[in-house]
Every structure is written in structure tokens, then in C-alpha cells.
């Protein structure tokens, strides 16, 4: 049996204290991964915590701070929050009794924070969806912490397929798997003409750009989400015209798959200098939903999947229409069929746990 910690330290919420993202959502799927004999907890942000009571951790510790996204712009903000996230970070690290830490989820000041870490007591590993970002000088030295603070861990999960890891030990693991039980009723819903844009939405979805092309396009549009920034959902509004629905809350996970399931189309407004070499949930739902994407084409290419690509949210007014829908559906359901099956990414999940405990036990033997 192993003791396992799994981790959350950059827990994110709306000013109530509720959820914003995937982070309990995957928490729930990766508890379930492990064997039934392990002992797995968790250490995360209070919403986190809270979202995830009842999903079968043994124990669940709450870390002292949440991240409020609000006022993204504000300078004494972003400064406060990574004093948080640093807080958070210490009392995992102050948690003791467990064989294998887990950070489902880092960034780059965590991985600065590894750069200064020391051992500690059972082994580390993490997840990461990219490595390193942004251009020149800056970008080379995101480039070099990502390198250095991954290699303080003794395994990484990477859930972008082409992506190069610096450690011996690693598992590609895409971010979602398709679950029957879970997808099958909202695949079946029967699809309505229209564009959904669903999620966080952060500075960097192109939702300007996308309400212009909507609106000389005249399609159905509903975006719908949690707004970082309040006044930009109300300057949207008044732009768009009567073709163009926007709605600013947090959806429920169901809420979230009702309009996923029945639309036509979603579109991922991305700005590909901060989304290069990432991965996106969403696209992989659209794929196990039977939606079509239309997304940035290096986010489709990177990540294997059929869609309507574009260069520039501009293009989508030429584009959405020249494609095949049945072509784009039956590509994708082959890609989930071979990629991804729960059973498959279980089983390796399994076997590499296994192969990494091997691993150590022959180091400490060699010791």
C-alpha cells in the first residue's frame, strides 16, 4: 500500500469562495487511478477542498489561501498572490507520513520555489501540460526554470503527447479519458445550430475579435463563463447584437455539458502565444461529446484532433462553413477509440507506478 498526498496549491475562485477550472473535476478522475489499497489524501486550496469532499480521499487538508480571480490588472494583486501560492506551497512541504507527493497541477513560481527546495521525506512528482513559454530573454530564462525545477522530481506526468521531459521517469497522460457513463447521455443530445465558447474567461480568449466576426457572420454564438474582468462581459454585451448570447457565472459541471453536448460547434478563442505547445480540455470533450472544434490549427495539430483551424479568429467567418462536420466527427471518434480509453490510460497509469516503485526499491537495495 502507499501513502499518497496528492496536491492543489493554486486553487482558483470567484470573490464567494466557488471553483473556477477543471482542478476538482481531474482531482476526482486521478483518485481514481490509483489501486484500491492505496491511501490517497489531498492538500489543497480551500475551494478546492471543499469541491472535492466525497470523491473518496482519505483525508483532505486545506490549505491556508484560495486565489480570487479578480482584478487580474492590478499590480499589488498579482504581488499578493504569489506570496499565497508560495504560503500554500511551505505547508504541503510541512505535511508528513507520506510515500509519493503529487502536484497535479504547477506553475512557473512553483517550479522556482523547487529550484531552493530540499529533499524530503518520500518521492515527488508532478503533472505539467507545457514546458516553458514566451520569447527572447524572458522566454529563455521560463525556458531554464521549467528545465531545472523539473528536474527536482522523480517522475513527471506531461499531457501534451510530443512534449520532452528532463527525467528518467514519465508518462504522457492527457488531461481528460473518455468515461461512457460520464459522456454517453450528453453525446446524445441532439445538436442545435450554434457556437458555444465555454470556461474561464481569462485575458488571453480573443473574445473581442470573436463578437466582431459573429456579428457580421449573423451564427448563433452563446459564450458562457466565469468573467475575470466584469466591465469586459458588459462591453461585449453591448456590442453584440441580437445573434450573440453572453452569460457571465460559473456553470455546474452538468450545466457545463448540457451546452457543450448540444451544440453544433465550439470555438476556443485562444491567443497561441500564451496557449503554444498547451493543451486545452475542453478540445478533448469536444471530441468524446461529438462537437465539432474550432480552435487555433497548431492547437489542433499539437494535440492530434480534427477541427475547423484557424490562424486568426478572423478567419473562422470564412472557414466555419467550408468543412465537412461528418468527416471531422468520425476522425476525432477514431482518435478517442484508439487514444482515449479509460481502461488503456488506466492500466498505463498503473504499470508506471509500478515500474517507478520497482525503480526505487532497486536504487535503496543498490545503496
Not at 524572458?138 to 522530481?153: A, E, N, Q, S
Not at 451546452?259 to 470533450?285: C, F, H, W
Not at 471518434?333 to 526505487?360: G, L, Y
Amino acid at each position: 500500500m502507499k501513502k499518497v498526498l496528492m496536491v492543489d496549491y493554486y486553487g482558483t475562485c470567484n470573490g464567494e469562495g466557488k471553483t473556477i477550472g477543471h482542478s476538482p473535476k481531474v482531482a476526482r478522475e486521478y483518485r481514481d487511478l490509483f489501486l484500491k489499497t492505496d491511501q490517497v489524501d489531498i492538500a489543497a486550496s480551500p475551494c478546492v477542498a471543499n469541491a472535492v469532499e466525497g470523491a473518496g480521499f482519505g483525508h483532505i487538508y486545506r490549505l491556508p489561501y484560495n486565489i480570487v480571480e479578480a482584478d487580474y490588472n492590478r499590480l499589488s494583486k498579482r504581488i499578493t498572490d504569489k506570496f499565497k501560492i508560495w504560503v500554500n506551497i511551505h505547508r504541503v512541504f510541512q505535511i508528513p507520513g507520506y510515500d509519493l507527493l503529487w502536484f497535479y497541477r504547477v506553475d512557473f513560481f512553483f517550479l522556482l520555489y523547487m529550484l531552493f527546495a530540499g529533499k524530503t521525506q518520500g518521492r515527488r512528482i508532478c503533472l505539467v501540460y507545457q514546458m516553458g513559454g514566451g520569447q527572447g530573454m524572458l522566454g529563455k530564462m521560463i525556458d531554464w526554470v521549467y528545465d531545472r525545477g523539473i528536474r527536482k522530481f522523480d517522475g513527471v506526468i506531461y499531457t501534451q503527447e510530443r512534449m520532452k521531459v528532463p527525467v528518467k521517469h514519465f508518462l504522457y497522460m492527457p488531461d481528460y479519458w473518455y468515461r461512457k457513463e460520464k459522456y454517453d447521455r450528453f453525446a446524445a443530445l441532439p445538436k442545435e445550430e450554434k457556437v458555444v465558447c465555454l470556461g474561464a474567461m481569462n485575458p488571453y480568449k480573443k473574445l473581442e475579435e470573436l463578437v466582431d466576426v459573429f456579428n457580421e457572420l449573423g451564427y448563433p454564438l452563446e459564450i458562457a463563463g466565469y468573467f475575470f474582468d466584469r466591465k469586459r462581459a458588459d462591453r461585449l454585451r453591448q456590442g453584440a447584437r441580437d445573434n450573440i448570447f453572453i452569460e457571465d457565472r460559473i456553470l455546474e459541471d452538468a450545466e457545463y455539458y448540457e451546452k457543450l453536448g448540444s451544440a453544433r460547434y465550439a470555438v476556443l478563442p485562444y491567443d497561441m502565444d500564451q496557449y503554444k505547445n498547451r493543451t486545452s480540455g475542453i478540445l478533448l470533450e469536444c471530441a468524446f461529446l461529438g462537437v465539432v472544434p474550432i480552435a487555433p490549427e497548431g492547437l489542433l495539430r499539437e494535440n492530434g484532433l480534427a477541427g475547423i483551424g484557424y490562424a486568426s479568429v478572423k478567419e473562422i467567418h470564412e472557414k466555419i462553413f467550408q468543412y465537412s462536420v461528418s468527416e471531422i466527427l468520425e476522425v476525432n471518434r477514431e482518435k478517442v477509440r484508439k487514444n482515449f480509453n479509460e481502461e488503456c490510460i488506466r492500466n498505463r497509469f498503473v504499470e508506471w507506478m509500478s515500474c517507478f516503485d520497482r525503480s526505487e526499491e532497486a536504487s535503496k537495495s543498490r545503496d
